[in-house]
């Protein structure tokens, strides 16, 4: 399993034709469903999955989010100039 604060980037989403009514709590669930197929990649895996997930800290979900964040607002202060 690669590393907690290791981020492997996917090619930017264009979301300026998107409706500007629309709701982002099922927005967010689709994009988690997607992140973690793409990490499962088959059956096989998830007994792996489980396992390393059991052995993280606590907070590791939490931290992970902070830098994917900080990472993501860099990206948009660089598309931004």
Known sequence: MADSSTF???NPIE???WPKK???MILLGS???ELANVHV???L???????HL????RSWLRSAAKK???ALEADWHKFRN
Do not use: C, H, Y
């Open 8 to 10: 492997t980037r996917a």
């Open 54 to 57: 059991g052995k993280q800290d």
């Open 31 to 33: 994009m988690g469903r």
């Open 68 to 70: 994917m964040a900080w």
């Open 15 to 17: 979301i300026f034709n």
């Open 22 to 24: 629309r709701d982002e």
């Open 45 to 51: 895996r998830v007994p792996a999955i489980l396992n």
């Open 41 to 43: 990649g088959s059956k």
